[in-house]
């Protein structure tokens, strides 16, 4: 990952240093090509690139959370499982309690 976004900075860095020396070229063009061609577009690109890391960063430290917090309420972790709910704990009803009724044919 890394070495495209230095090979390309290195490739826009020679760009910006033939605008500057260029006889009909300014510093100032050559300090707009570097930018525009290399910083901006790369800074972009990295960002794109990074994104599975951030991620994985990010879930790595939600679960060293929930894992401090189940360490501090004293619940043992399960492997892979969640704690789940009885089923119908909710105190409502199942179903309809009055049967739909039909039309007769």
């Known amino acids: 990952m890394y070495l495209v976004l230095i090979a390309w900075i290195y490739v826009a860095f020679m760009m910006a240093v033939a605008e500057a020396t260029s006889p009909v070229g300014s510093l100032l063009g050559a300090v707009f090509t570097f930018l525009l061609y290399g910083l901006l577009p ?5 960002y794109i690139m990074g994104s599975p890391a951030r991620r994985r ?3 790595a430290k939600q679960e060293a959370e929930r894992a ?18 009885a089923p119908d704990a909710h105190g ?8 739909p009724e039909r039309k007769e044919p």
């Open 68 to 85: 401090q917090l189940q360490a501090e309420n004293g619940i043992q972790p399960a492997d892979n499982a969640r704690a789940s709910v």
């Open 57 to 59: 960063a990010i879930k």
């Open 92 to 99: 409502e009803a199942s179903g309809h309690t009055i049967a």
């Open 42 to 46: 790369m800074s972009v690109v990295g």
